[in-house]
C-alpha cells in the first residue's frame, strides 16, 4: 500500500482528502503543521507528498525543499489557489512534480498521484539494481552517471518486472553479461540459478549435448548420462551468449526447445519441461546477420521481445573519469601502492581515445598503468603507452560549430539538388539567410544541380 503524505493548514480539506484517498487504497497521513509533518517524514518513508502552497505562517515551496532533503526521490504535488500559479510553477523549476489549482477535480488528482506513483516506483527499482549490481558483481560495466547508463538502468528494472525473453546487444567489452545477471536479480527469478552459455566458446558437435544434455551411450565417449545447462537453468535464468554464433542447424533445435520450454536430451526418448527467463546477447548485429542467411528469423523474433541496447564506451564519454578512478581504487587494493589520482594530461588522453575494447579495455589500460607507476599519480606516458595524445584532436567551439555548418549544408543543398528556397524551408531559414551562410563557406548551389536543371531559377 502506498503512503502519502498531506499537509494543508484547513482541517475540512485535509478530513476530505484523508477520507477521498483511503478509499482509492491508499495509506494517508495528514498534517496541519509544516513542522510536524517534517517529524514524521523523518521517521517514515513516504511515495508521495501533496502540500498546500501557503501554510500559514510558511511556504508549501520551503516545506517540499526540507522534504526533499530527507528524501530526494521524494514526488511532490503543490495545492494552489488560482491566484498563485506562478508561485506553483516556481515550485517546479525547484523540484515540485506538479501542481494542481483549487478547488481541484479529484479524478486529476487522482490521475496526477498516479503519475508519481510510477517516477516512485522506478526510481526505487533502479536504486535497488544498482546495490545488487553493486553487493553482488561489482559494477565495473554498469557504472556511470551518463544519461545512456541511466537509461540502460531503468530498462532492466523494467523488464525485470515481466517474464518476457530479452535481448541484449551491444560491442564486446561492454557488460551484457553483467546486465543480464542484474536483470536475474531484480527478477521473480533471483532465487534460481543464473546458467550462461557462450555460444562461440563451444564446438558445434559438442553444442546440443551442452545446451540439452544427452543419456549414457548417445555418443562415443558418453559414458554417463548428464543434464544439460538448459534444464540445469529451470526455475531461473538461461542467458545464451553470443547467440549468433549459433550453427544454423542448431538454431532450429533451439527454436523449437524454446516455443515448446520442452526437449529431448541427445539420445533420449523422455521430454524434458522448463521453466525458465530467457536472454540473449550478442556483438552482432542480429537484423543483418538475418539479412544474410547467418541467422532464423523466426528465432530473432523469438528471442528479440525485450530489447536492450548496452552504449559503447566512445557513446558516454563522460563515464570514463568515474570508471577510471573506480579501477584505480580496485587494483590499489591488490598492489598496496599509494596512488592519488590521474593527472589531467592522462584523463584528456583517457577522455580522447575511441576504446573499441570499451569497459574490459579500460580496466585493463588502468591496470598496465598502476603495475608501471613509479610516483603518486598516473602519467600520461603510462595511459595507453606508445600511443600519443593529438593535441589538435579537440578543436576549438567556434572550428567545431564551423565544420558541422558546413556539413550540414553540404548534405540540405546536395539533398534538394541546389534548391535553395526548398532547402531553406526545409532548414527552418529566410532564404536570404541561407544564401548568406552559402557565402561564408564558399557553396555555390549551381554545382549541387543536374545538368538539366542547371537554368532553373531558385
Given at each position: 500500500?502506498?503512503k502519502?503524505?498531506?499537509?494543508?493548514?484547513?482541517?475540512?480539506?485535509?478530513?476530505?482528502?484523508?477520507?477521498?484517498?483511503?478509499?482509492?487504497?491508499?495509506?494517508?497521513?495528514?498534517s496541519?503543521?509544516?513542522?510536524?509533518?517534517?517529524?514524521?517524514?523523518?521517521?517514515?518513508?513516504?511515495?508521495?507528498?501533496?502540500?498546500?502552497?501557503?501554510?500559514?505562517?510558511?511556504?508549501?515551496?520551503?516545506?517540499?525543499?526540507?522534504?526533499?532533503?530527507?528524501?530526494?526521490?521524494?514526488?511532490?504535488?503543490?495545492?494552489?489557489a488560482?491566484?498563485?500559479?506562478?508561485?506553483?510553477?516556481?515550485?517546479?523549476?525547484?523540484?515540485?512534480?506538479?501542481?494542481?489549482?483549487?478547488?481541484?477535480?479529484?479524478?486529476?488528482?487522482?490521475?496526477q498521484?498516479?503519475?508519481c506513483?510510477?517516477?516512485?516506483?522506478?526510481?526505487?527499482?533502479?536504486?535497488?539494481?544498482?546495490?545488487?549490481?553493486?553487493?553482488?558483481?561489482?559494477?565495473?560495466?554498469?557504472?556511470?552517471?551518463s544519461?545512456?547508463?541511466?537509461?540502460?538502468?531503468?530498462?532492466?528494472?523494467?523488464?525485470?518486472?515481466?517474464?518476457?525473453?530479452?535481448?541484449?546487444?551491444?560491442?564486446s567489452?561492454?557488460?551484457?553479461?553483467?546486465?543480464?545477471?542484474?536483470?536475474?536479480?531484480?527478477?521473480q527469478?533471483?532465487?534460481?540459478?543464473?546458467?550462461a552459455?557462450?555460444?562461440?566458446?563451444?564446438?558445434?558437435?559438442?553444442?546440443?549435448?551442452?545446451?540439452?544434455?544427452?543419456?549414457?551411450?548417445?555418443?562415443?565417449?558418453?559414458?554417463?548420462?548428464?543434464?544439460?545447462?538448459?534444464?540445469?537453468?529451470?526455475k531461473?535464468?538461461?542467458?545464451?551468449?553470443?547467440?549468433?554464433?549459433?550453427?544454423?542447424?542448431?538454431?532450429?533445435?533451439?527454436?523449437?526447445?524454446?516455443?515448446?520450454?520442452?526437449?529431448?536430451?541427445?539420445?533420449?526418448?523422455?521430454?524434458?519441461?522448463?521453466?525458465?527467463?530467457?536472454?540473449?546477447?550478442?556483438?552482432?548485429?542480429?537484423?543483418?546477420?538475418?539479412?544474410?542467411?547467418?541467422?532464423?528469423?523466426?528465432?530473432?523474433?523469438?528471442?528479440?521481445?525485450?530489447?536492450?541496447?548496452?552504449?559503447?564506451?566512445?557513446?558516454?564519454?563522460?563515464?570514463?573519469?568515474?570508471?577510471?578512478?573506480?579501477?584505480?581504487?580496485?587494483?590499489?587494493?591488490?598492489?598496496?601502492?599509494?596512488?592519488?589520482?590521474?593527472s589531467p594530461d592522462?584523463?584528456?588522453?583517457?577522455m580522447?581515445?575511441?576504446?573499441?575494447?570499451?569497459?574490459?579495455?579500460?580496466?585493463?589500460?588502468?591496470?598496465?598503468?598502476?603495475?608501471?607507476?613509479?610516483?603518486s599519480?598516473?602519467?600520461?606516458?603510462?595511459?595507453?603507452?606508445?600511443?600519443?595524445?593529438?593535441?589538435?584532436?579537440?578543436?576549438?567551439?567556434?572550428?567545431?560549430?564551423?565544420?558541422?555548418?558546413?556539413?550540414?549544408?553540404?548534405?540540405?543543398?546536395?539533398?534538394?539538388?541546389?534548391n535553395?528556397?526548398?532547402?531553406?524551408?526545409?532548414?527552418?531559414?529566410?532564404?536570404?539567410?541561407?544564401?548568406?551562410?552559402?557565402?561564408?563557406?564558399?557553396?555555390?548551389?549551381?554545382?549541387?544541380?543536374?545538368?538539366?536543371?542547371?537554368?532553373?531559377?531558385?
Amino acid at each position: 500500500m502506498e503512503k502519502i503524505l498531506v499537509v494543508d493548514d484547513d482541517q475540512s480539506i485535509l478530513t476530505l482528502m484523508k477520507m477521498r484517498l483511503e478509499v482509492e487504497g491508499y495509506e494517508v497521513t495528514a498534517s496541519k503543521s509544516p513542522e510536524k509533518a517534517l517529524e514524521i517524514a523523518r521517521e517514515s518513508v513516504f511515495d508521495i507528498a501533496l502540500l498546500d502552497y501557503r501554510l500559514g505562517g510558511r511556504s508549501g515551496v520551503a516545506l517540499m525543499e526540507d522534504l526533499l532533503g530527507i528524501n530526494p526521490e521524494l514526488p511532490v504535488i503543490i495545492l494552489t489557489a488560482y491566484g498563485s500559479i506562478e508561485g506553483a510553477v516556481e515550485a517546479m523549476k525547484r523540484g515540485a512534480y506538479g501542481y494542481l489549482t483549487k478547488p481541484f477535480d479529484f479524478e486529476g488528482l487522482l490521475l496526477q498521484i498516479k503519475h508519481c506513483s510510477e517516477k516512485s516506483r522506478l526510481s526505487k527499482e533502479v536504486e535497488r539494481l544498482r546495490n545488487l549490481v553493486n553487493e553482488r558483481y561489482g559494477f565495473e560495466n554498469i557504472i556511470g552517471n551518463s544519461e545512456a547508463m541511466k537509461k540502460v538502468l531503468a530498462q532492466v528494472s523494467q523488464a525485470a518486472q515481466v517474464d518476457s525473453f530479452v535481448y541484449i546487444s551491444g560491442e564486446s567489452g561492454t557488460g551484457k553479461e553483467l546486465v543480464a545477471k542484474s536483470l536475474h536479480l531484480s527478477s521473480q527469478r533471483k532465487d534460481g540459478p543464473f546458467v550462461a552459455i557462450n555460444c562461440a566458446a563451444i564446438p558445434e558437435s559438442l553444442l546440443e549435448s551442452e545446451l540439452f544434455g544427452h543419456e549414457k551411450g548417445a555418443f562415443t565417449g558418453a559414458q554417463n548420462s548428464r543434464k544439460g545447462l538448459f534444464a540445469q537453468a529451470h526455475k531461473g535464468t538461461f542467458f545464451l551468449d553470443e547467440v549468433s554464433e549459433m550453427p544454423l542447424s542448431m538454431q532450429a533445435k533451439l527454436l523449437r526447445a524454446l516455443g515448446e520450454m520442452a526437449f529431448y536430451p541427445l539420445g533420449g526418448n523422455k521430454i524434458v519441461k522448463v521453466d525458465t527467463r530467457v536472454i540473449a546477447a550478442s556483438n552482432k548485429d542480429l537484423e543483418m546477420e538475418v539479412a544474410q542467411g547467418r541467422f532464423r528469423e523466426d528465432l530473432f523474433y523469438r528471442l528479440h521481445v525485450v530489447p536492450i541496447r548496452i552504449p559503447p564506451l566512445r557513446e558516454r564519454k563522460e563515464d570514463i573519469p568515474l570508471l577510471a578512478r573506480h579501477f584505480l581504487k580496485k587494483k590499489l587494493q591488490k598492489t598496496g601502492k599509494t596512488i592519488v589520482d590521474f593527472s589531467p594530461d592522462a584523463l584528456r588522453k583517457l577522455m580522447l581515445h575511441s576504446w573499441p575494447g570499451n569497459v574490459r579495455e579500460l580496466e585493463n589500460s588502468i591496470e598496465s598503468a598502476v603495475a608501471m607507476a613509479t610516483s603518486s599519480r598516473i602519467t600520461e606516458d603510462l595511459v595507453l603507452p606508445g600511443r600519443n595524445s593529438d593535441p589538435d584532436k579537440i578543436k576549438s567551439f567556434k572550428d567545431a560549430k564551423d565544420e558541422f555548418e558546413k556539413q550540414y549544408l553540404i548534405q540540405l543543398i546536395g539533398m534538394t539538388e541546389g534548391n535553395v528556397s526548398l532547402a531553406a524551408k526545409l532548414a527552418g531559414k529566410y532564404r536570404a539567410d541561407l544564401y548568406e551562410l552559402l557565402k561564408k563557406y564558399d557553396l555555390d548551389p549551381e554545382s549541387f544541380r543536374k545538368p538539366q536543371e542547371m537554368q532553373k531559377d531558385v
